[in-house]
């Protein structure tokens, strides 16, 4: 398939490979002339902008952009996509934004004649890599059995969540689970090791009992417990405090929307905002544990 790829960042760029390792001919486009080029040099064609890729003759246009408002430019904006596509090219945004944003793009390109999906994904840059993502995928019917197969050259789970906006939905609920959830296992883990218990052990019991998550079996923020975890390489690498802060107030802001507690999530966000606040807020987010481990003496 002829497709355009717009946002080739950390996760983007491992995601365009795939697509062409799986035969699909790509015109890509980023700010970063790097990796242009990058891509490039992997068997895409570059575009001269956006409007090179919306006139071309794509058939389905994907981006994967930082936040809300990149999103809002690439496809609202004067020079963006919808001024230019032309009727029936398909469109899907798998950047992590609002439920709502999703939902307003989707429906003005809806209006005019470009189906749309929103499908942002789980499972970080190594999954991107890896081919492994999970998409979890809003919109009709018709156009997720369009798109799966394309999706299914760059992830493992396609899963449909619904009408347009559910996949946004989907990933934010999860996230903020994560965000709690990494928050319970630091205060846990660090309990049982203050009052004499092994990590190693700790973990142990626990993963094997009815405290047992993601957070406390493969990404245990506990130094020394998970091989492969960021607590064990000084907490550099993995899922950045910063965004999950940001996936956190998407989740407080909708929320207002759906006038819903989030008592956890809001609190979670204040958390790994005060530590962002300190100068932590490039690290992986398990790093969050600091809140609960004495400095060695
Ligand atoms: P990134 O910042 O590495 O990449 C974003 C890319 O978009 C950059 O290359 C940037 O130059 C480009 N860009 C920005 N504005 C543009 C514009 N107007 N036109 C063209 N290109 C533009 O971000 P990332 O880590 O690849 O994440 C992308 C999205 O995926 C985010 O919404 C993020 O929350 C989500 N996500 C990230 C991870 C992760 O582990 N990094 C995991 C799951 C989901």
Redesign the pocket.
């Known amino acids: 398939m002829k497709i355009g790829f ?8 491992p995601m365009a490979s795939n697509l062409l390792k799986a035969g699909h001919e790509l015109t890509v ?4 002339q790097a ?1 242009v080029d990058k891509a490039v040099t992997e068997g895409a064609t570059a575009a001269d902008g ?1 409007g090179d890729i919306s006139t071309g003759d794509v058939e389905l246009i994907i981006t ?4 809300a408002q ?1 999103v809002r ?2 496809y609202l ?1 004067e020079d963006g996509l919808l001024a230019s596509v032309a009727r029936g090219v398909h469109l899907i945004d ?4 609002d439920p709502m944003t999703a939902r307003e793009v989707a429906a003005r390109a809806a209006d005019q004649g470009n189906p749309m999906l929103d499908a ?6 190594g ?2 890599q890896a081919g492994t ?1 999970t998409f979890m995928v809003g919109g009709e019917d018709e156009e997720f059995a369009f798109a799966r197969p394309v999706l299914a050259n760059m992830g493992k789970n396609i899963v449909h969540c619904g009408a347009a906006g559910n996949g946004q939905v989907a ?1 934010m609920a999860n996230n903020m689970l994560l965000g709690i959830s990494m928050i319970g296992a630091a205060e846990a883990m660090s309990l049982g090791v203050a009052m004499g218990m092994d990590p190693e052990v700790l973990a142990g019991v626990i993963n094997t009992s009815s405290g047992r998550c993601w957070s406390t079996d493969t990404y245990n923020p506990y130094p020394g417990v998970i091989e492969t975890a960021p607590s064990n390489r000084g907490y550099t690498g ?3 405090m910063d ?1 999950m802060i ?2 956190l107030g998407l989740a407080t802001e909708a929320a207002k929307t759906a006038r819903q507690p989030v008592i956890m999530g809001a609190l979670a966000q204040q958390l790994y905002q005060g530590m962002s606040f300190e100068g932590h807020g490039g690290l992986d987010f398990s790093a969050i544990i600091k809140r609960y481990l004495k400095e060695p003496e």
């Open positions: 717009i946002g080739l960042g950390n996760m983007g760029a486009f980023d700010l970063d990796a956006l994967m952009l930082p936040a990149h430019s690439v904006g798998s950047s992590t934004i942002p994904v789980s499972g970080g840059t999954g991107a993502l990933k993995g899922f950045g965004l940001k996936d």
